[in-house]
C-alpha cells in the first residue's frame, strides 16, 4: 500500500542576498515524521541548495517538532521490502546532507528523535533551545542508523549511554553532549544563525566546498553495508511493529 503524500513536505527558499537557503520540513501534524515523499523532498531541496550554490543551507520545521523521526504511520501494509528501503532512502538522506557543498545548519525545535536526530546530526551547526531533545531508539526495533555519526560528534561513552533509545537529552544537556552546538532561545536563534552566515557568506565556493569535504568524517558505502547487513538479519516489519504498537 502506498503512502499518501502531503501536499509539500518540504520546501526550499533562498538563497538570500547573503548567500543563505532554507529547508522548511512541513509535516506539522505528523511532527515532520520521514515518510517516503518527505525524504524524497528533503533530498531534492539539498540537491537544488548546491544547484543555487548557497552558501549556509538551514533546516528549519513548521510546528513544534523538528522531526520525530522514521514515519510509522501505515507499517502494518508495508512489506519488509518496502520497509527497508525506506530506511536506506533515509541513510542516503542524511549522506546527501553530510556531503552538501554549502555549510548546514539545523534549527532543532521540539523533539529530534531517532532520524530527525540523525538528520540534525548530519548538519555542521545544530541550534537549540531548552525545548529541544533528543532520542535515539533505532536499535530497539533492531535498526542501527547514524550510529557513527553519533559517535563521531559526542563521543563513544556518550553514543553508547543514547543508544539504547531509552534516554531522552535535551536543553543544556544536549550542549554539553554536543548534539547541540548553540544554546538559543527562539528569539536568539536567528542572531545566532546570522552570525554564521556572517562568517561563512563571504568564502569563495571552491574554498567551502573544499573545506566541507574534508572537514566531514564520513564512510557512507560502510554506514549503508551495516545498515542492510543489520537488517537482513532481523524480522524489519515484526519488530517494527511490536515497536509502534507495544509499551514506550
Not at 524524497?40 to 548546491?50: N, P, Y
Amino acid at each position: 500500500m502506498r503512502e499518501q503524500p502531503d501536499a509539500t513536505p518540504a520546501r526550499l527558499s533562498g538563497p538570500d542576498g547573503r548567500g543563505l537557503c532554507t529547508i522548511t520540513l512541513d509535516r506539522p501534524q505528523k511532527a515532520n515524521a520521514l515518510d517516503s515523499a518527505s525524504v524524497a523532498a528533503i533530498a531534492g531541496c539539498v540537491e537544488e541548495a548546491d544547484r543555487r550554490n548557497a552558501a549556509v543551507l538551514s533546516l528549519e520545521a513548521a510546528g513544534r517538532s523538528f522531526c520525530a523521526g522514521f514515519d510509522l504511520d501505515g507499517i502494518d501494509n508495508q512489506s519488509e521490502g518496502d520497509l527497508l528501503v525506506r530506511f536506506v532512502r533515509i541513510a542516503i538522506l542524511l549522506e546527501r546532507v553530510s556531503t552538501a557543498k554549502a555549510i548546514t545548519v539545523a534549527n532543532v525545535r521540539g523533539p529530534a528523535f531517532g532520524a530527525g536526530g540523525d538528520l540534525a546530526l548530519a548538519c555542521d551547526y545544530r541550534i537549540g533551545g531548552e525545548d529541544s531533545r533528543f532520542r535515539f531508539p533505532g536499535v530497539r526495533f533492531g535498526v542501527a542508523l547514524g550510529v557513527r555519526r553519533l559517535r563521531e560528534v559526542a563521543g563513544t561513552d556518550t553514543a553508547t549511554r543514547l543508544g539504547g533509545g531509552h534516554e531522552t537529552v535535551g536543553g543544556a544537556e544536549a550542549l554539553r553532549l554536543g548534539l547541540l552546538t548553540h544554546l538559543a532561545d527562539e528569539s536568539e536563534s536567528a542572531t545566532v544563525l546570522d552570525s554564521i552566515v556572517e562568517r561563512w557568506g563571504p568564502t569563495a565556493p571552491s574554498g567551502r566546498a573544499a573545506f566541507t569535504k574534508l572537514s566531514r568524517q564520513a564512510d557512507p558505502d560502510e554506514d549503508l553495508a551495516a545498515l542492510v547487513r543489520g537488517c537482513a538479519g532481523i524480522d524489519l516489519a515484526a519488530q517494527l511493529r511490536h515497536y509502534a504498537h507495544g509499551p514506550k
